[in-house]
């Protein structure tokens, strides 16, 4: 079955960079897009940043826009989130999955950005 591994998060200062991974298994990695998400105390999960299938297409909330990138190892059936210049909102828990139709949701993993 579809399983999502988050990692990679942590307690970091603000302007400071994480690398977030997130390993898939159960389905054929390179055939579907893929998403990062998070989800804030008290707030509705949002979508961060979408993959192509590829690799060759990316797109990101307006929030998150010059400050994070996604990428995609076929190879190791991986999906990363590199996070430069964050800020304390976003701190948030934060997700993978498929594109479309989505999976189940993984644990995730905590990043908290905080002096």
């Known amino acids: 079955q579809v399983q999502l591994v988050e990692s990679g998060g942590g307690l970091v200062q603000p302007g400071g960079s994480l690398r977030l991974s997130c390993v898939a298994s159960?389905?054929?990695?390179?055939?579907?897009?893929m998403v990062w998400y998070r989800q804030a105390p008290t707030k509705e999960r949002e979508l961060v940043a979408v993959i192509s299938s590829g690799g060759g297409s990316t797109s990101y909330a307006d929030v998150v826009k010059g400050r994070f990138t996604i990428s995609r190892d076929n190879a190791k059936n991986t999906v990363y989130l590199q996070m430069n210049s964050l800020k304390p909102e976003d701190t948030a828990v934060y997700y993978c999955n498929r594109d479309s139709p989505p999976g189940p949701w993984g644990q995730g993993t905590q990043v908290t950005v905080s002096s």
């Open positions: 159960g389905f054929t990695f390179r055939r579907y897009g």
